[in-house]
């Protein structure tokens, strides 16, 4: 049973055109992050919510947004995509803080044409 | 700032055979953790094992282990008799005691052969 549910999988958008992806869990977990992942590289950890509480890493660029409506859902908001950000974006969660464990989402790719 | 570094951008190994990763990390920090990560293709990421910096003990689970040197910020994988499934790209990385972000390694891609 999929706990980091992350839809769609395939996301097709164009060039400046806002696009949001999605990530729901079924974990009840206070932590979840999103991390954006390019070809042959690590996944770069963009920003996180404890419960409700944002926490945006120095360098993700003003292009990336986040909501998280409730405990249960997350949203990455690109609001002008660039061709450079195509990639994968994995979402994942964990139980509380100080809890090392990260479950992550099967992600979604992104294609920018 | 910590870094992970894995050398090792790829690996292939024959079915059955052991085969070891090798990760090395950069810390001023002295609590941490330490894990490796699978990511099989079109799949999602899991955690394979996971080693806290003040335990001496490597971590071990089933055929996975790990031979941490703390003092050589060194913290390798071993995958014994290999199997199909075990194809995947593997990440080290790291996370603070005080912190709630994994950093991680570039990762390496193993193939097992059959």
């Known amino acids: 049973d999929a706990m980091v549910i992350q839809n769609p999988r395939y996301q097709v958008t164009q060039f400046g055109k806002p696009v949001t992806l999605s990530c729901s869990q079924t974990?009840?977990?206070?932590?979840m992050y999103w991390y954006q992942q390019k070809s042959s590289q690590a996944p770069k950890l963009l920003f996180h919510?404890?419960?409700?509480?944002?926490?945006n890493e120095a360098d993700t660029p003003d292009n990336f947004q986040s909501r998280r409506p409730n405990t249960s859902f997350c949203f990455l908001d690109i609001r002008s995509p660039g061709l450079g950000d195509a990639a994968m974006y994995l979402c994942?969660?964990?139980?509380?803080?100080?809890?090392?464990?990260?479950?992550f989402g099967a992600g979604t790719r992104l294609s920018v044409l | 700032a910590q870094t992970v570094t894995q050398s090792q951008p790829e690996m292939s190994v024959q079915e059955a055979e052991t085969v070891t990763l090798s990760c090395t990390y950069d810390?001023?920090?002295?609590?941490?953790?330490l894990f490796w990560y699978k990511q099989p293709p079109s799949r999602q990421m899991i955690l394979v094992i996971r080693?806290?910096?003040?335990?001496?003990q490597n971590a071990t689970e089933n055929r996975f282990s790990v031979n941490f040197q703390k003092a050589a910020k060194s913290f390798s994988l071993k995958i014994s008799d290999s199997q199909l499934g075990d194809t995947a790209m593997y990440f080290c990385?790291?996370?603070?005691?005080?912190?709630?972000?994994?950093?991680f390694g570039k990762g390496t891609r193993l193939h097992i052969l059959p």
């Open positions: 994942a969660t964990s139980r509380d803080r100080g809890k090392n464990i990260q479950y």
């Open positions: 974990l009840n977990h206070n932590v």
């Open positions: 919510y404890y419960d409700k509480d944002f926490n």
């Open positions: 810390t001023s920090e002295n609590n941490y953790y």
């Open positions: 080693q806290e910096a003040y335990k001496q």
């Open positions: 990385a790291f996370m603070t005691r005080r912190d709630d972000k994994i950093i």
